[in-house]
């Protein structure tokens, strides 16, 4: 595909992390030659640990996506566990995409499953890609077949086996199935 028609890939790190986090960058190496912006949230740019509240990281990932120029509707959007969830959140209240990339993504904080981070769902129409670990405290695969059927766009699911929230030594396979999903979107 050409450059003008092909997609653009934003993504965003977990809370914790920042935009060099290894997984992050294979998933760039994999999908080339797709421009691909990796952002840091302020908070993180300013050397501060714990995140700011949602709107305020929402309204960063939308200056971001405007500052970038990208045509939205080849824009896909996404990251690990926060950055995703923010990016989704994002999309839900109206920045257009063309997808979500949504890996570890936090259905609910680790050990507690009654606060849900779903009532968004229902505003994502478009074609969504999550991937996480079967053991993931932050959602567990039954808890996610209890919700993504919320979702209204198509939902690709990918469960990799044994593995926790941090999906630790699964970069290689993380990127490949994004770069794969990516390819699959109509209009690639």
Known sequence: MSGADA?????????GSNREHPCLLEIEKQVAPLAVQRFDFRYRQEGRRFPDR???LIAEVNEAVAAWGVDPQRLVLGGRSMGGRICSLAVAEGLPAAGLVLICYPLHPAKKPETL???????LKVPCLFISGDRDEFGTPDEFDQHLHKIPG????VILEGKRHDLKGADETIAATVADWLASLPNS
């Open 7 to 15: 997609l653009s890939l934003f993504l965003t790190p977990g809370a």
């Open 54 to 56: 949602a709107p305020k």
């Open 117 to 123: 981070r779903v009532d968004h769902f229902g505003d």
């Open 154 to 157: 198509p939902v690709t699911r």
